[in-house]
């Protein structure tokens, strides 16, 4: 149980368009869900935390009209890179917790962004 | 300020014993997660520790130690396919995951 997944996997999009990025919950609600990128061999970098039918929560330093989230639903969460550039390129992952138990977080595969 | 000290890596051998140490300061806590993730993959959980003690679970434990801010994660019999980050990450007070840069873990036959 307690599966998450993302799509796409991986995209490729040239410089000033826009890319979003899906993240389900498959077998469970989540009232919560995480949004994080990850840069080659650096730790998970939390970009914001996404409540369902709120606005998201975003961390110091992530522009948050550069990177919209949408949490519409308590399986659903979106992000989308608007205007992306070339150090955008990253690997985001989103996580989801269970409403509830030990507040773990289960993550989805990730995508990987390369923009050219 | 939050701060997750772990080593960045680690060289073992197959069959054998590592023991990767975690030291924290947080505004908090909450709970102490180990996850395992392979190059290029997201982060899968291996355990989580609240209480005082040692978890044991198959070939990994966990400890934890409140008062000094230390756990540390114990794989037993290492295989090659044990090659991986290991990421230990804390709970703060606001329920949110503070994480470690991660230690690269390298099993050599």
């Known amino acids: 149980g307690a599966v998450v997944s993302q799509h796409p996997s991986r995209v490729i999009c040239k410089s000033g368009t826009s890319v979003k990025i899906e993240c389900r919950s498959l077998d469970f609600q989540a009232t919560t869900m995480f949004w994080y990128r990850q840069f080659p061999k650096q730790s998970l970098m939390l970009m914001a935390t996404?409540?369902?039918?709120?606005?998201?929560?975003?961390e110091q330093g992530v522009e948050k009209d550069k990177f919209l989230i949408n949490h519409a639903s308590l399986t659903l969460s979106t992000l989308t890179v608007t205007s992306a550039h070339p150090e955008d390129s990253s690997f985001y992952i989103c996580?989801?917790?269970?409403?509830?138990?030990?507040?773990?977080?289960?993550f989805g595969p990730g995508t990987r962004l390369t923009v050219t | 300020g939050q701060n997750i000290d772990q080593p960045t890596e680690m060289t073992a051998t197959e069959g054998a014993i590592v023991q990767i140490n975690c030291t924290y300061q947080t505004s908090g806590f909450n709970g102490l997660f180990w996850y395992q993730q392979h190059a290029g993959e997201a982060p899968t959980f291996l355990s989580y520790?609240?209480l005082d003690g040692l978890e044991e679970k198959g070939r990994f434990s966990s400890f934890l130690s409140r008062s000094k801010g230390y756990s540390y994660l114990l794989l037993k019999e290492l295989q090659m396919k044990d090659s991986a980050s290991y990421l230990c990450?804390?709970?703060?007070?606001?329920?949110?995951?503070?994480w470690g840069a991660g230690t690269k873990l390298i099993i050599k036959p």
């Open positions: 990450a804390v709970m703060d007070s606001n329920y949110q995951l503070i």
């Open positions: 520790n609240v």
């Open positions: 996404s409540n369902e039918g709120s606005k998201a929560t975003y």
């Open positions: 996580s989801a917790r269970l409403a509830e138990g030990t507040y773990e977080q289960y």
